[in-house]
């Protein structure tokens, strides 16, 4: 169960080894929005996602024997680094069971945190969950789920208390707060920060066209799954259905969610690059997309963004600068 | 006279209008410097560059009667943008006179934060101090000159003291802190800060290869100018020669300078993009260079960097990506 104690314990946890990322904003951006802009930027934070919150919540609560043992994730990267970089600082042998397609860069780089990278071929129909089971079971592996695992969404919940005082030294009591989801663990464990923290500022999901599964399970009232299992350039936040204990979290608590193609979440990455000057990938750009391209369905004076990540391969990024310049 | 005092006095009337600027860190970088690599961003300060401290630091402390006359600034970007940020948030009319052959960017964005834009034609000899000086006398303007002048060297130096706070949170005491240095302003006023706050600190000025005034001046021990008067790709640093005001500071508190040449700047950016998730311009990028290129003319197991700007255009931005990849 995770409500807002998980959440101050995992903070407990995850004090001096997570970033206190920035609320950033631009007078460029509030202009283009039609209101004030405000910007969390997770894509600082270490391994360039939110996802270490969620990482050294899971490692740092596991019983010392269960963390010699090691653990286990699947990933296609973010989660991947996440629980790769706080299994190393605890000494906690990883395995991460990647798809052998996901992005050079972060198979790379969870090579590079000291984690066993395990690759399997998702086109020719191989299954994650069979490969890691087995692992699991032979080596006495602990496996830390991306969203659907209660530590994991009161990691990400710190991002929420963050948000929570920063707001309120803005002076921002009341606003959407656009949040990047795949599974909905972010969203939830922010969601349920700010229903304690700052009651007046309400979780809105921001999805790809063509994976807005959160979306169309809120607007149902019951977990619905995407037809297409791939096919977004926002590769970090395409799931095949909401999560099922984030789904009940995310519909007693959010708003409706909002929905942008991968051209805009493209030029809302250009946007960032000119205005903030932070590096945001796909699918950690879509909040601040939806706040930028989609204002009519935005309430209020104030509207914050939370940009999840900034794991952008270089020659996407170089694209949508040299497609979409300063993004306006 | 710049002393510490005045620093303080800065950090008072900036307090709530600048942000603190991260620190941020990645252990790629670590491995690629062979140290632990501390970068200060500011890059991510108002305007994108550190360069909205000195000149908040300017306008907001001059007699309200100067301040309804207005300012003035010759700038071929930051700095411009600096001063006029500051501007419009007093209601003071700002005149910024650009070179002609400034980032498009750069103008537009000095001319968006509400300046009046006057260009002049580098190329064709026109002086812009002659240009100036006739419409700071008809206007009765202020001239706010962008590093010979105390109150912007005060107004840089907040950027030291949020440093030594920060190496004292992250555990370090003695450190070189690589300074990207054009007149001298954010080198002299960061050295004045860490001089009182942190003294294990050594400000290193770092320079654009064929235009090491400083470097060249403080081994000298005179001030010496550069043959080219541009011609770098490092734009926002390049200037003739150290400040009249500036060059006493930096001679009594400086180590040597370090020089990187042009491809170097440009690969630290990517590196930057690729471990940082931020957005620097190549003068902003020159200290982090210095620590990942010049490891041999630098002491100690830690360096800091300060990122002083990130008022890169696309097109130079995407060509980096595209050279150098993840800055390996």
Redesign the interface.
């Known amino acids: 169960m995770t409500d807002i104690a998980a959440i101050e314990a995992a903070a407990t946890r995850l004090t001096g080894h997570i ?1 206190r ?2 609320l ?1 904003s631009s ?2 951006l509030d ?1 283009l929005a039609g209101r004030r802009v405000l910007v969390k ?1 997770e ?2 934070q270490h391994t ?1 996602s939110f996802k270490a919150r969620g990482g050294w919540s899971a490692v740092s609560a596991l019983p010392a024997a269960d963390r010699a043992r090691g653990v286990i994730a699947f990933s296609s990267g973010n989660h991947a680094q996440g629980v790769a970089a706080a299994a190393r600082a605890f000494g906690c042998p990883a395995v991460i069971v990647m798809p052998a397609d996901a992005p050079k ?1 972060k198979i790379d ?1 969870t090579r ?2 000291g984690a066993e990278v395990v690759l399997y071929d998702r086109a020719g129909g191989e299954n994650r969950e069979d490969i890691g089971a087995a692992l699991a079971e032979a080596r006495g592996l602990t496996l830390i789920r991306p969203y659907d695992e209660p530590l994991v969404i009161a990691g990400q919940g710190t991002c929420g208390l963050e948000l929570a005082e920063q707001a309120a030294e803005a002076g921002v009591a009341q606003a959407d707060v656009l949040v990047c989801c795949g599974g909905g663990g972010l969203s939830a464990g922010v969601a349920l920060a700010l229903e304690s923290r700052a009651p007046g500022l309400r979780v809105r999901p921001v999805e790809p066209a063509g994976f807005d599964d959160v979306a169309r399970s809120l607007a149902a009232g019951e977990r619905l799954s995407n037809t297409a299992p791939s096919g977004s350039i926002c590769d970090a936040i395409v799931t095949p259905s909401p999560g099922e204990i984030t789904f009940p979290i995310l519909r007693r608590l959010c708003g409706p969610g909002l929905v942008v193609t991968d051209d805009e979440a493209l030029r809302a990455m ?1 946007a960032a ?2 205005r ?5 990938e796909p699918g950690g750009a879509v909040s601040l997309a939806a706040a930028l391209f989609r204002p009519d369905e935005i309430a209020g004076d104030t509207v914050i963004c939370v940009a999840s990540g ?2 952008a391969d ?2 996407t ?3 949508a ?2 497609r979409f ?2 993004g306006d």
Chains 1, 2 share one sequence.
């Open positions: 970033r990322t920035p950033l007078p460029f202009a930027a894509c600082l360039g860069l780089n590079a945190l250009a690059f000119a903030l000057k932070i590096v945001l900034g794991n270089g020659a990024f170089a694209g600068l040299t310049g300063t």
